[in-house]
């Protein structure tokens, strides 16, 4: 399975098992871990991640950390696992917050960052920090941009919609270059388009090896009319394996990433990804 990686879904589990999970899953041989991200959770919430649901998946009550300072933790304790951001609301911040706590944290893990970045679907968390709704996308844009220039060149200067600052300085760079590996997530076309056009990759919600044929498909279209598309582009969705035969129907749909959560329990993690290791990587 050389060509279809597995990751972990941390989200999915209490917090107080992170640790002990993100340790198991590199001895096991898992390729990545991965953490969901929020800036605050408003006590009036609705609407949902997943198409069609009006009923926001987690309560207000849910606990949140700062994404990138867990991860850093994550990376001290680790020595080859990966580390991503399953995704970081990137129009919620100024991009010199944002592009310094990438940076550091693929510093700090010698190059093993995966960030995931999404423009949001909880507006009230918007409005909660001041930031307008309506304009997520184009402030995700320019944001993303500008973490570019930030991690690339040696004297950034820049005029835009929302930023804008005379020349700066910002060292030092991340390990990996130009930048760490960026998925961009979301199901809707906009996101898709900014996956093709924008990122290294996309990140999906839950699918089966048949739901997301479709996607892959409109992905692939769309790169091949882009001009800035370039170099392998990663497909990572969540989703249930089905064993080694699961597998390759998995990597038939063109996926890249399988990012998993076989337990239905916190308490049963360990010994579910025991589990799937000896069945499908073993």
């Known amino acids: 399975m050389s060509d279809l990686q597995l990751g972990v879904a941390l989200g999915r589990l209490n917090p107080a098992l992170h640790l002990e999970i993100t340790l198991l899953s590199e001895e096991l041989g898992f390729e990545s871990v991965w953490m969901p991200e929020h800036l605050v959770f408003p006590i009036e919430m609705a609407g949902s991640p997943f198409g069609g649901d009006p009923h926001p998946p987690v309560p207000p009550s849910t606990p949140v950390y700062d994404v990138f300072a867990w991860l850093a933790f994550l990376a001290a304790k680790t020595e080859r696992i990966r580390l991503g951001t399953h995704v970081y609301l990137l129009a919620l911040r100024h991009p010199f917050v944002s592009a310094r706590a990438v940076q550091t944290l693929d510093v700090v893990s010698g190059g093993r960052a995966e960030i995931g970045i ?165």
Do not use: M, Y
Request: charged share 30%; net charge negative.
């Open 118 to 282: 999404g423009a949001g679907w909880l507006e009230n968390e918007f409005r909660a920090a001041g930031v307008d709704w309506k304009t997520r996308g184009r402030r995700l844009d320019e944001a993303l941009a500008l973490c570019k220039h930030l991690w690339s060149d040696d004297t950034i200067e820049f005029h835009g919609e929302f930023f804008g600052f005379e020349a700066v300085a910002f060292e030092p760079k991340p390990v990996q270059k130009p930048w760490p590996p960026l998925h961009v997530g979301g199901e809707s076309p906009a996101a898709l388009r900014r996956a093709a056009r924008q990122a290294d990759g996309w990140i999906g919600l839950g699918h089966t090896p048949e739901s997301v044929r479709a996607p892959v498909a409109t992905l692939t279209e769309l790169r091949e009319r882009s001009e800035t598309a370039d170099g392998h582009f990663w497909v990572t969705v969540g989703g249930e394996v089905g064993g080694r035969e699961g597998l390759a129907r998995w990597r038939d749909a063109g996926v890249d990433r399988l990012i998993v959560s076989p337990w239905q329990r916190s308490r049963d993690a360990a010994d579910a990804l025991r589990r799937l290791a000896d069945e499908v990587l073993r």
